[in-house]
């Protein structure tokens, strides 16, 4: 705000065409007795120039609906530039200021204009919705802003701490009307008195100094205390003030509400004895460090006159005076309905965690049940294959047929509670080096049987042998038989396939080609959404619809991405994006095959037990299953291995005593048993040093990963889901069986022996 000294603020006044004004020899303009009355009249009837600053213009237009008064001439500025261009063209009795704005910020602003001779008085008044913590309103009030408000704003407010202003702008104008009178007096009074003018010059002069200092003086501290009034009234933040005992000096509105408490009953309270007993001592030994230069800040509960509890963020600072502590000055904020949603917010999370396990638990009882009577249905189709008599031509198409169903249904079943445990966060996948040429190779023996069945010419292009990814190895096998059997699926007939890999310091890329009949642009768009065949419900071919969208979702999850380039009438080129590992890889492959084509004694289960004459008798296994239908088709299974005998048990507790009796020499596990689970038999079984090493084969149908992983970490041999795959099945039960001839130094008659002296302790 300019001094009243040396301003003109009214043109009429001041213009040369004014026959009542005219200069002193100084140069300082003066008011004639006459024009007095005509300069105050003015002053009350021009209206108060106030400039609003907002880069929105529906909040200038808020702010002029709220002011809108005909003593008030509002200028609009939409930015900071076009604040300074008004700025530098009129004078303003107020400056409305908004903080977020594009380019030059209201801080930035207002530093600019208090840097100006001309602006540097001019009151600012921060108006924002963004800046609502302790250290923002400190940042300005720096800047020399005299209050600052938050959006949306009280309107009531606004207008009463506008009309101070605004009635301060008056005052000060009516005090320049009144200097300038004074002056005029002065100036006549010196012609008067030529004769006196040498004399009474210097000590004239200190007057008038003197006087423009006080004025001066006078009106920066009406407004530094106006702008403290107006902070320390206004704000919503309790502020108090405190003596170095930590008594109550002073206390503004906010703290009373906070409080419940009228001033003078404060007064006689300390800070520490609004706390609840038991935060007491803390307070008390926290109140020193708020002497610190660096202040304190502290979380304590104070209690209302109404005995009602509220949480309240306190933040304090020395009270200076010279260089001596006199007190210590406080904000404190109440915190008390975010400590609640906080609290909410948790208990919110700690529900929706239950809800997932919930889900978990459900998916892994929905994958049992559903495994269950596929195993038979697989099973007993598979022994009707290869049973005897031959099953004729008929009933191997209609065998087929049911095979096929049930395969297809699993994998239904497989994709369906893959993708909702992707969307219930429950699927993971295990990053680590996977050798890219062997994961091909795989792929490759796997899906060749297929492409030979549909005549499907399939091309595996060479990969280099040093490329390794950062994968979930089972993961992305998945993921490229899923776009290979797609590629055979949806080809023409005679057509081709081709599977190549290019690569980059960083990523790797595998492409999988084929000639079939392309997508349309539309259904590009639409390739990944779950349960959308494109069209082809009503094909030839079986699908559901979701097999993209889980493997787009485990790319994802293992860092990579997947697209693709197709054409109607050419064929479509589908690709994965993978991490490639930096740190060199060495190659187990050969050391497992080694291991996996050596079998126990040489021999293969479906020899004939004469070739191996050394035993008494064959081998043991022992099946611990309470499904009849398992059971009969592990049986069938196994029955043409002369070698092999088998027993069973319908619970654990009986499968454990069958254990410790006969000592088999390999165990199948169900987990979902009626007593006790697999997992608490073999934990049984592990404890007993004569069962202790006795492979152990899980036969589950609980097929989420997290079951096989839980299986392989539980110490079971194998864990192998159902529906079982035969060929599986007895490449496990092999290994298992030249596990338990190497790792048991007791021949069968000593094991026979030690069998049978269990089954005389047991009767005795």
């Not at 926290?286 to 230069?293: K, L, Q, R, S, Y």
Request: aromatic fraction near 4%; include cysteine; charge should be negative.
């Amino acid at each position: 705000m300019n001094s009243p000294l040396d301003i003109d603020t009214d043109p009429a006044l001041i213009s040369g065409s004014n026959p009542n004004r005219r200069s002193t020899e100084n140069g300082t303009h003066v008011i004639q007795p006459e024009a007095f009355p005509q300069a105050l009249a003015a002053v009350h009837e021009e209206p108060i120039n106030i400039l609003v600053v907002d880069d929105e213009p529906k909040n200038l237009t808020v702010l002029e609906t709220v002011l809108d008064n005909p003593g008030y001439r509002l200028v609009r500025a939409a930015s900071a530039d076009e604040a300074l261009l008004a700025l530098v063209a009129e004078e303003f009795a107020l400056l409305i200021l908004d903080i977020q704005m594009p380019g030059m910020n209201g801080f930035e602003l207002a530093e600019m204009i208090k840097q100006r001779k001309k602006t540097a008085q001019v009151p600012i008044i921060f108006l924002t919705a963004f800046y609502n913590q302790d250290q923002d309103m400190l940042a300005g009030y720096g800047t020399g802003a005299v209050d600052y408000l938050h959006k949306p704003v009280n309107a009531s407010v606004l207008r009463s701490k506008v009309a101070v202003f605004a009635e301060l702008h008056k005052k000060n104008r009516e005090y320049e009307v009144v200097n300038r009178a004074l002056l005029t007096e002065v100036t006549e009074r010196r012609r008067a008195q030529d004769q006196l003018r040498e004399l009474n010059e210097t000590l004239e002069q200190r007057v008038t100094e003197r006087t423009e200092a006080l004025l001066r003086t006078s009106a920066a501290l009406n407004e530094s205390l106006e702008r403290y009034r107006s902070l320390f009234n206004g704000s919503l933040d309790a502020i108090i003030s405190l003596d170095t005992t930590g008594r109550f000096l002073a206390a503004n509105p906010a703290m009373l509400r906070l409080s419940g408490r009228p001033l003078a009953e404060l007064k006689n309270l300390s800070l520490q004895e609004l706390c609840p007993p038991d935060q007491q001592e803390r307070m008390k030994k926290a109140f020193p460090a708020a002497f610190d230069p660096h202040g304190i800040t502290i979380e304590t509960i104070l209690i209302t006159a109404s005995g009602e509890p509220r949480d309240v963020f306190i933040s304090g600072a020395p009270m200076m005076m010279g260089d001596k502590v006199v007190g210590v000055s406080c904000i404190a904020r109440d915190v008390t309905e975010r400590n609640r949603a906080e609290a909410e917010v948790k208990n919110a999370l700690a529900v929706a965690e239950q809800a997932s396990r919930a889900k978990s638990d459900f998916l892994s009882s929905m994958s049992h049940e559903l495994r269950t009577p596929l195993n038979a249905i697989l099973g007993f189709a598979q022994l009707l294959m290869t049973g005897s008599p031959s099953p004729s031509p008929v009933q191997i198409s209609r065998i087929n047929e049911i095979v096929k169903a049930g395969w297809y249904l699993l994998e239904l079943i497989d994709e369906i509670l893959d993708l909702a445990a992707i969307e219930a966060g429950k699927l993971s996948v295990s990053r680590e080096p996977v050798m890219l040429s062997e994961v091909m190779l795989e792929c490759q023996t796997m899906i060749e049987p297929e492409a030979q069945k549909d005549d499907i010419r399939i091309n595996f292009l060479p990969v280099d042998d040093s490329w390794v990814i950062n994968a979930d190895r089972t993961r992305v096998k998945q993921t490229l038989l899923n776009l290979l059997s797609n590629s055979i699926k949806y080809n023409r007939k005679q057509g081709t396939v081709e599977v190549k890999c290019t690569g980059t310091p960083e990523r790797i890329r595998i492409s999988v080609k084929d000639s079939g009949v392309g997508l349309s642009e539309e259904n590009q768009a639409r390739l990944f959404q779950p349960f959308n065949r494109l069209g082809q419900e009503t094909g030839g071919q079986q699908g559901t619809g979701i097999g993209l969208v889980v493997t787009k979702q485990l790319i994802e999850m293992m860092g990579g991405s997947i697209g693709v380039e197709s054409a109607l009438g050419v064929g479509s080129e589908f690709w994965i994006d993978l991490p490639r590992y930096a740190i060199p890889y060495v190659d187990s492959a050969p050391q497992r095959a080694a291991e996996n084509n050596a079998l126990p004694g040489g021999d293969s289960l479906h020899q004939s037990p004469s070739q191996d004459q050394e035993r008494e008798a064959g081998h043991i296994l022992l099946y611990v299953e309470d499904n009849p239908a398992n059971l009969t088709l592990v049986e069938q299974m196994i029955e043409s291995c002369q070698n092999i005998c088998m027993m069973n048990a319908r619970d654990g507790n009986q499968g454990i005593a069958l254990a410790r009796t006969h000592l088999p020499d390999v165990i199948l596990m169900d987990i979902n048993l009626p007593d006790i689970s697999g997992f608490e038999v073999m934990e049984k079984l592990r404890e007993d040093a004569a069962t202790a090493d006795i492979p152990i084969i899980a036969l589950s149908a609980h097929a989420l990963p997290g079951d096989i992983a839980k299986g392989h970490e539980a110490g079971f041999f194998r864990y192998l889901t159902k529906p079982i795959k035969a060929d599986e099945f007895m490449d496990a039960l092999t290994e298992a069986l030249k596990f338990s001839e190497t790792s048991q130094s007791d021949d069968k008659p000593t094991r026979m022996k030690n069998s049978t002296q269990r089954q005389v302790n047991a009767s005795q």
